[in-house]
């Protein structure tokens, strides 16, 4: 029988599969918690991130007025701010950097890529950049330190000048990718530091310090890519106009769910859109066809407006996210829907309103938003 502690450990599976979260209520598992006050059960919903009213009243759970309070959601993986301060920061701490050495730790979740191939493909690399790509931190990679020249010893006895050797044939351009998941974390840390639990991989660098990928809930990824790395879709920073009309005009779908596409417009996540959608007053359940040309022009200078400002605020710390220095963003501050359900408006007064589109959470205000 679940206790409220394996819940909560449990609620990060059941945010990515909210079928089966219905499913695990429906078919009577609430009733194996019995022995549970039923205050513990509707926090466990306020803690995994969602609180689907509708199961809870099914259920039969008396739920308090404080259990429709306004609550952050801990279910947003780290958006395009959030990862491009963070690769930001490691491009400025790691680049030039060699990695010497790797440990990879035995739980297989967090791998994409082997992890003997992470490994012999990681040492003896030199971190040439980190960037950004969508949601992804990746390292451009290198094959390390450069040769030293050296002189045919036969030629210079004579006093003749040595011909160079015939470099060996290049290999592609590989780069290590990484996605946070949920929770998921790249420090780079003094080698006589404590290693930090839920550690999946560490990288020995030359100058003797570590990178680190902490992860407690394994969902983030690690993987090998030879070549450009492309997840797909626009990038929203520089995504011209016609570009960004081109991408919503024929789409049925409300335009939030068309913004989280992350196959139209990559790194856009939960709080951004729906920032995003209050700054261009458009409501989210719109139809993405419906917009006019006018209206795109002005979501499109949102999105940019939005997203511009996150960065420079170093990301919205909702749930565990640090930057590369251990540092919290603060853009939650300024944040003028999301997580505001209940209270009033910053424009008009209105109470901010919460639905649900396509399983994400949306916060919006119904008298500025149209």
Same mark, same amino acid.
């Given at each position: 029988m679940h206790c409220f502690q394996s819940l909560q450990q449990d609620g990060a599976f059941f945010l990515r599969q909210p079928r089966q979260f219905s499913q695990f209520f429906r078919r009577g598992s609430v009733s194996a918690l019995d022995d549970m006050a039923d205050q513990q059960v509707v926090q466990f919903f306020r803690c995994i991130g969602h609180r689907h009213d509708g199961i809870l009243q099914n259920s039969g759970l008396k739920t308090s007025p404080d259990a429709r309070a306004p609550i952050l959601y801990a279910d947003d993986v780290p958006e395009l701010p959030e990862v491009e301060t963070i690769a930001q920061g490691l491009n400025r701490r790691v680049a030039n950097d060699a990695i010497e050495s790797v440990w990879i730790g035995s739980r297989k979740q967090p791998l994409k890529s082997p992890a003997a191939l992470l490994a012999c493909t990681l040492e003896g690399k030199r971190i040439v950049r980190v960037h950004r790509a969508g949601k992804h931190i990746v390292f451009d990679l290198d094959q390390g330190r450069a040769p030293r020249q050296t002189r045919d010893r036969k030629s210079s006895r004579r006093g003749r000048p040595s011909r160079p050797r015939s470099p060996r044939q290049s290999s592609p351009p590989v780069?290590?990718?990484?996605?946070?998941?949920?929770?998921?974390? =790249?420090?780079?840390?003094?080698?006589?530091?404590?290693?930090?639990?839920?550690?999946?991989?560490?990288?020995? =660098?030359?100058?003797?310090?570590?990178?680190?990928?902490?992860?407690?809930?394994?969902?983030?990824k690690l993987s090998i890519h030879t070549g450009g790395f492309d997840p797909g879709g626009v990038e929203p920073l520089e995504a011209s106009e016609e570009q960004f009309l081109a991408l919503f005009k024929r789409r049925k779908t409300p335009i939030k769910s068309a913004l989280l596409n992350q196959k139209l417009l990559r790194g856009v996540g939960n709080i951004y859109a729906d920032e995003s959608l209050f700054r261009?007053?458009?409501?989210?359940?719109?139809?993405?066809?419906?917009?006019?040309?006018?209206?795109?022009?002005?979501?499109?200078?949102?999105?940019?407006?939005? =997203?511009? &400002?996150?960065?420079?605020?170093?990301?919205?710390?909702?749930?565990?996210?640090?930057?590369?220095?251990? &540092?919290?963003?603060?853009?939650?501050?300024?944040?003028?829907?999301?997580?505001?359900?209940?209270?009033?408006?910053?424009?008009?007064?209105?109470a901010i309103r919460r639905i649900v589109l396509a399983g994400r959470s949306s916060h919006y205000c119904s008298q500025c938003q149209k």
């Open positions: 780069q290590w990718i990484v996605h946070l998941g949920m929770t998921g974390r =790249l420090m780079v840390s003094d080698a006589a530091s404590a290693l930090p639990k839920h550690t999946h991989l560490v990288a020995k =660098l030359a100058s003797g310090r570590e990178l680190r990928f902490v992860d407690p809930r394994m969902f983030g261009a007053a458009i409501a989210p359940r719109r139809r993405a066809a419906t917009l006019t040309r006018a209206e795109l022009r002005r979501l499109r200078l949102s999105v940019r407006e939005v =997203l511009s &400002e996150a960065i420079a605020a170093g990301g919205s710390s909702i749930s565990d996210y640090v930057d590369a220095d251990g &540092e919290a963003g603060w853009f939650q501050l300024r944040h003028r829907v999301y997580g505001r359900e209940g209270e009033p408006c910053l424009v008009c007064g209105a």
